[in-house]
């Protein structure tokens, strides 16, 4: 039987899904199973911080962050004012 012009890759496409590819994909799809799996029992291993370590350590972070913006912008307005009069504007 003639195929028409243009239709050769749905035959390909048809053979590239036969009872190995269909293995294949089962197999793919135990993997992610197994690793999901995997996960949640990781996560139920872990030694997660109590809701004040966390707190604190929030705190320490935010405060950093708000010195070294600090620090920054003051050392961008001097370096600044610094180059505008060794460039003389």
Partial sequence: MRQAPGTEHLNQAAARHGPRERAKSVGFLNGIRAFFAE???????????????????????????????????VMDVGLATVARHILGR
């Fill in 39 to 73: 996960m949640k029992a990781e996560f139920i291993r872990v030694s997660w911080p109590t809701r004040d370590a966390t707190v604190k350590s929030t705190g320490i972070v935010v405060i950093v962050t708000l010195a070294l913006a600090v620090y920054l912008g």
